[in-house]
Structure formats: structure tokens, C-alpha cells
């Protein structure tokens, strides 16, 4: 049973590549795809590219061309939610697309046919939480952001929202959380991937797990130091967690 794991950014994916026993790169759709084993699962890597249309594409390649039976996301995000700072890491319980809105004719924030949360797999994201935990157990003191002194980084487990925008202001990090609270939508992170794969493995069947480390707080600030973090505390923190994941499956 072929596993997927998707990012954004190849930053986002750790030494995953090196990692891979017996690699094959395939060429396909303006993308490049890894193919190999890891832990005894067949695997297929991918960068998705930014931004939904992307992730879409890339996702409908995966189960199209390669026939992947189970798709991972890892990357970054923005944390919006109370408690959320940066450096945690936040798994998906859930998703919406916060920039969705086929209103008068649909309630805002709807999909189409899908509803306004899709859900992500629950068996998957209970071994994903399992394997992000353990990863800030055993290598938190290589992953912090900050000084010595900041708090640990915790994991949460909920709600996270996609859309085609960087939130990259206090003003609207703050009316988008509000908003979507009003709403009784609590998002605790946002990105612009994750619903965009969600929604594709929806319509293929296919279960789908995604974990995000906060790299900003969706804030005036939130592209500060960014290809440091996504370097030394982003990447190695998704490599240990999928690395956990595939020995927990």
C-alpha cells in the first residue's frame, strides 16, 4: 500500500530523499516525483508546489498516476488559535478553506458538494499525534526557536484552515479568527495546502493525515527569519515525525 508524503517546500520535507532505499525519480506533470522504500512502506514524495490549485494537482497525480492508497502532509503554518506559538506543532483533525465563499448560494466557507470541514482520517492523525509527541520528547532541545529559556513546544490536535492568501498581518490574522469563531470554526493554524488535499482525497477515497510546525503567528512578524526557521527548526522537526510515523504504522 503506497504511501504519499507531500510538502510545500522541499525544505519542508526534511532529509526524507536521503533517507529512501532503492530512490527512483520520476518526472511527470512539471513535477518531480521520488519513489523508494522506508521502514518496509513503499513510498512516493512530492512537492505540491504553493498554494491550493498546486496541492490539488499534485495530489490528483499521486492517487492518478502512482496509486497511492494514503497521503501525509508536513510543512508550516501560521498558528492563529489561543495558545498556539510558534514552534508547536499542530495536527489536523480538520480542514476548511477560509477564503471559500460561493455566497448568496452557498453559506460562506462552504464547499460545494463537500460540506465546510473535511476530515482527516482518524486512524492516521491518531498515529501522526503519537509520532509528533515523541518527536518533541526526544530532540526538543535541537528544534527550539528561541532562547533556552522560551517555553517547550507542545503539540495540538484540531482544527487548521487553507487558503490562497499568506496571513501575514495582525489585523487580519485577527478579523480571519474572528470571523471563523463567530462561526463556531475555533482554527487553531492556517496554511494554503492542506483543504486543497483533503478535499482530493475525499473524492478518491483515500485517508489523509497533515501536521504543520508554527513557523509565525500569522502576524506583522510573519515572515521574519522564515528560511532560518524552515531550515533548522521546520525540517528536522518534520523529518523525525514522519520518520516516527512510518515505524508506528
Known amino acids: ?28 506533470a512539471c513535477r518531480s516525483f521520488w519513489r523508494g522504500r522506508l521502514y518496509g512502506h513503499d513510498l512516493v514524495l512530492a512537492l505540491s508546489g504553493i498554494g491550493k490549485v498546486a496541492a490539488a494537482s499534485t495530489a ?3 492517487a492518478e498516476r502512482f496509486g497511492v492508497r494514503r497521503m501525509l502532509f508536513t510543512g508550516v503554518a501560521g498558528g492563529v488559535g489561543q495558545g498556539v506559538r510558534i ?3 499542530v495536527v489536523a483533525s480538520e480542514y476548511l478553506q477560509h477564503d471559500m ?4 448560494i452557498f453559506p460562506r466557507w462552504e464547499v ?20 509528533a509527541n515523541r518527536a518533541l520528547t526526544t530532540t526538543e532541545g535541537s528544534f527550539s526557536p528561541e532562547s ?9 490536535c484540531g482544527l487548521m484552515a487553507s487558503g490562497d492568501r499568506f496571513v501575514s498581518t ?6 480571519l479568527r474572528g470571523e471563523l469563531l463567530a462561526a463556531g470554526h475555533d482554527v487553531l493554524a492556517v496554511e494554503m495546502e492542506g483543504a486543497a488535499v483533503a478535499q482530493v482525497c475525499r473524492d478518491h477515497g483515500l485517508p489523509f493525515a497533515a501536521v ?32 516516527g510515523f512510518l515505524r508506528l504504522l
Open 101 to 104: 465563499d460561493a455566497s448568496p
Open 1 to 28: 500500500m503506497t504511501i504519499a508524503i507531500l510538502s510545500a517546500l522541499p525544505e519542508e520535507q526534511g532529509g526524507l530523499v536521503q533517507a529512501l532505499e532503492a530512490p527512483e525519480r520520476i518526472e511527470h
Open 170 to 175: 495582525a489585523a487580519e490574522s485577527q478579523r
Open 148 to 156: 533556552a529559556a522560551a517555553p517547550a513546544a507542545r503539540m495540538h
Open 87 to 89: 514552534g508547536d506543532t
Open 112 to 131: 460545494p458538494g463537500h460540506g465546510t470541514r473535511l476530515a482527516c482520517d482518524r486512524q492516521l492523525t491518531a498515529i501522526l499525534s503519537e509520532a
Open 212 to 243: 504543520r510546525t508554527i513557523s509565525d503567528r500569522a502576524d506583522d512578524s510573519a515572515h521574519v527569519d522564515f528560511p532560518h526557521f524552515i531550515r533548522h527548526v521546520a525540517g528536522p522537526r518534520a523529518d523525525a515525525i514522519v520518520h
Open 60 to 62: 490528483a497525480t499521486l
